[in-house]
């Protein structure tokens, strides 16, 4: 019983990151820009962080969570050595004044219970 509640609670979660009504159109380019693929995830942007001292700071904090499952059907390269390996992939969505922005992963956290990967962006030059 707990293994399909799990593979529901995995669904679900694809469900609402993917088409649950707080969806973004998110463009993922490849670190190598050979491929590029685009999906539907939630895409954020605010300016509410913490400075090493724990001091609430004006800074800007962009994310993504997206769907490994939905990757891998549009045939991109999610896994490297079987690990998750997004790092320099560039991001691109729209945000709240509908200005697109173009970011880069810095950092992945994939959730492999769920099928989840949240990516911390940071500013993309094109130089």
């Given at each position: 019983?707990?293994?399909?509640?799990?593979?529901?609670?995995?669904?679900?979660?694809?469900?609402?990151?993917?088409?649950?009504?707080?969806?973004?159109?998110?463009?993922?380019?490849?670190?190598?820009?050979?491929?590029t693929v685009s999906l539907t995830g939630f895409a954020t942007k605010h300016h509410i962080s913490f400075d090493t001292d724990g001091t609430l700071v004006n800074a800007k904090n962009a994310h993504i969570c997206?769907?490994?499952?939905?990757?891998?059907?549009?045939?991109?390269?999610?896994?490297?050595?079987?690990?998750?390996?997004?790092?320099?992939?560039?991001?691109?969505?729209?945000?709240s004044s509908s200005v697109i922005k173009t970011y880069i992963v810095r950092e992945s956290y994939p959730d492999e219970t769920l099928g989840l990967i949240v990516c911390i962006l940071g500013d993309y030059n094109a130089s």
């Open positions: 019983m707990s293994g399909k509640i799990l593979a529901l609670a995995r669904e679900d979660s694809r469900m609402y990151i993917t088409k649950g009504g707080f969806e973004s159109d998110i463009t993922i380019k490849s670190a190598d820009g050979s491929l997206i769907s490994e499952t939905e990757l891998g059907e549009l045939g991109f390269p999610v896994r490297v050595n079987e690990e998750i390996f997004l790092l320099d992939c560039v991001v691109t969505f729209e945000d």
